[in-house]
């Protein structure tokens, strides 16, 4: 049984007035909810519904349930704009845009310190790399000229065929399979990065589900339970 006083307050006296371990009242389900797995939301200048995902924007705020099912249901009962009494844009954009930031804030670091260092250590990593890709260009451009031997005729090729023509038939083998299966994996993870860009941009606004209803980028792309990361 919740409270009546939780149920009349659906909002809060602004940011950081929330306590850890608190709970809160969900917009979307009715529900009393430890604040950790919640999202809480404001009403932008312009009247949109804004996640405040750090729990800092100024205003008072309301609260759903951190999960795909709870934000839509949200939106579809029109609960941002009871909850604020007021008119709020909050549409099914709000769904894909909240998982957005969340994911980006899962992804991103916590903050300019951290960004710089894996910005210098992503150099570092880079330089190593590319030096090792000289040394080896170096030594076999010495190799062929101190041996007299031919260069292919494309000389991209001259690592590969290197491999192939002077190593013994196991290594060469097993080094050949690595550089096909390195290929490989740049190849998968470029298509898999366009794929989900082709399908938010494109696919979405062709397909419908049946019932006119449109299907949302979040579904096409979406393979979880829907619950989003803390």
Same mark, same amino acid.
């Given at each position: ?14 940011? /950081? ?68 009494? /007021? *008119? ?15 994911? *980006? ?121 829907? /619950?989003?990361?803390?």
């Amino acid at each position: 049984m919740i409270p009546a006083a939780t149920q009349n307050e659906e909002l809060d006296a602004g940011p /950081r007035k929330v306590a850890p371990g608190a709970e809160r009242f969900c917009a979307a389900t009715g529900v009393v909810t430890p604040v950790d797995v919640m999202i809480r939301f404001v009403v932008g200048p312009d009247g949109n519904a804004v996640p405040d995902l750090k729990r800092k924007l100024p205003g008072r705020g309301l609260w759903v349930t951190a999960t795909r099912e709870a934000l839509k249901l949200a939106v579809s009962r029109k609960a941002f704009a009871r909850g604020f009494k /007021r *008119q709020v844009t909050a549409g099914p954009e709000l769904v894909d845009g909240t998982e957005q930031l969340l994911v *980006q804030r899962l992804l991103a670091a916590k903050n300019e310190r951290q960004s710089r260092a894996a910005l210098l250590s992503s150099w570092v990593v880079i330089f190593i790399q590319f030096t090792l890709f000289l040394i080896v260009g170096v030594c076999l451009f010495t190799l062929y000229k101190d041996n007299g031997w031919t260069p292919p005729a494309v000389t991209d090729s001259i690592y590969p065929r290197f491999i192939w023509d002077q190593l013994p038939p196991g290594l060469s083998g097993l080094i050949i399979a690595a550089i096909l299966a390195a290929a490989m994996s740049n190849l998968s993870a470029a298509l898999n990065s366009l794929t989900p860009s082709n399908l938010r941009s494109d696919a979405a606004s062709a397909l419908s589900t049946g019932k006119g209803t449109p299907i949302t980028p979040v579904e096409l792309t979406n393979t979880s339970d829907g /619950r989003h990361p803390k």
